[in-house]
Nanobody, 124 residues
Framework: QVQLVESGGGLVQPGGSLRLSCATSGFTFSSYAMSWVRQAPGKRREWVSGINSSGGATRYADSVKGRFTISRDNAKNTLYLQMNSLKPEDTADYYC?????????????????WGQGTQVTVSS
């Protein structure tokens, strides 16, 4: 079955960096676009970034553009999110999601599978 397992979250000071990973199994990773979303306590889930199946196309929410970088290693079936210049408002649970096709859907929140999430806390 499809499995998505996030890791790499933790506590970091403002201005710091973290790299999240999403290890996948149960499907042909290289055939599907993927995304990261986040949800802060008491807030709605927010789409953060997406990447197509080859890694040649990426998209970012305005709130993270220039600070976060999404990437993938299709040989390792793993998705990444490099987060730099972290701010307290980046504090949230981060989830990776699988899209239904190799390219971005018109609704960037239209994923068919999600991981269990990893917690990121940005605080001094």
């Amino acid at each position: 079955q499809v499995q998505l397992v996030e890791s790499g979250g933790g506590l970091v000071q403002p201005g710091g960096s973290l790299r999240l990973s999403c290890a996948t199994s149960g499907f042909t990773f290289s055939s599907y676009a993927m995304s990261w979303v986040r949800q802060a306590p008491g807030k709605r889930r927010e789409w953060v970034s997406g990447i197509n199946s080859s890694g040649g196309a990426t998209r970012y929410a305005d709130s993270v553009k220039g600070r976060f970088t999404i990437s993938r290693d299709n040989a390792k079936n793993t998705l990444y999110l490099q987060m730099n210049s972290l701010k307290p408002e980046d504090t949230a649970d981060y989830y990776c999601g699988k899209y239904r096709r190799s390219y971005f859907p018109s609704d960037l929140n239209d994923n068919d599978y999600w991981g269990q999430g990893t917690q990121v806390t940005v605080s001094s």
